[in-house]
């Protein structure tokens, strides 16, 4: 049974930085993709990032670009997503997921597997 087990959210001040982790289990990760997708109170889930299994593409949300950088460790079957100069805009419960298609992963429909998600509050 795979499971995806967030952690790492919080709250921090606007310019601060967190680390959000995913442990992964239930499989063998490293040949499929996986991503970030965060959801605002009110709002839908978005995506934020992607990388691919070999951890050689990835992919992001315009307004993180230059923030954020997701990366990946297939030995700890962990899934990483840095946050830097965070924004009150930012705030929201940040979900890791997983998928044998990257493509699947950057729409962000009909994805196999999620967690249950870590929340982000970024103060002003």
């Known amino acids: 049974q795979v499971q995806l087990v967030e952690s790492g959210g919080g709250l921090v001040q606007a310019g601060g930085s967190l680390r959000l982790s995913c442990a992964a289990s239930?499989?063998?990760?490293?040949?499929?993709?996986m991503g970030w997708f965060r959801q605002a109170p009110g709002k839908e889930r978005k995506f934020v990032a992607a990388?691919?299994?070999?951890?050689?593409?990835?992919d992001y949300l315009d307004s993180v670009k230059d923030r954020f950088t997701i990366s990946r460790d297939n030995a700890k079957n962990a899934l990483y997503l840095q946050m830097n100069s965070l924004k009150p805009e930012d705030t929201a419960t940040y979900y890791c997921?997983?998928?044998?298609?990257?493509?699947?992963?950057?729409?962000?429909?009909?994805?196999?597997?999620w967690g249950k998600g870590t929340l982000v509050t970024v103060s002003s």
């Open positions: 997921s997983t998928d044998s298609s990257y493509s699947t992963i950057q729409a962000g429909r009909g994805v196999d597997y």
């Open positions: 239930g499989r063998t990760f490293s040949n499929w993709a």
């Open positions: 990388i691919s299994g070999a951890g050689n593409r990835t």
